[in-house]
């Protein structure tokens, strides 16, 4: 099982940016797909954004453009990197490893979660 712990979430106006990052405690973490997904009160977990291995990046189309994942194989870590913020992107981002696709129950391995709030 890894464990994953993510940070860097908090308050920020709209337009405004915030980076998340994942920590992994994982010896092939370089093997892994690693996933952010994110759930709004009284909604269903989301897919945000996908890293496999070989680095080829897959974003919902809510942030396309506005919302770059990547990895630091080195450092065991994986980053969201989220611009131009808008208050529907306010949720608890959760990192995720161990899975594939687009659906959170592919997943294996979550992290806690962090909250993301974009005030208007």
């Known amino acids: 099982q890894v464990q994953l712990v993510e940070s860097g979430g908090g308050l920020v106006q709209a337009g405004g940016s915030l980076r998340l990052s994942c920590a992994a405690s994982?010896?092939?973490?370089?093997?892994?797909?690693m996933a952010w997904f994110r759930q709004a009160p009284g909604k269903e977990r989301t897919f945000v954004a996908r890293?496999?291995?070989?680095?080829?990046?897959l974003y919902a189309d809510s942030v396309k453009g506005r919302f770059s994942i990547s990895r630091d194989n080195g450092k065991n870590t994986v980053y969201l990197q989220m611009n131009s913020l808008k208050p529907e992107d306010t949720a608890v981002y959760y990192c995720?490893?161990?899975?594939?696709?687009?659906?959170?129950?592919?997943?294996?391995?979550w992290g806690q979660g962090i909250q993301v709030t974009v005030s208007s």
């Open positions: 995720a490893a161990n899975g594939a696709g687009t659906n959170y129950r592919e997943y294996n391995d």
């Open positions: 994982a010896r092939t973490f370089s093997l892994l797909t």
């Open positions: 890293i496999p291995w070989s680095g080829t990046t």
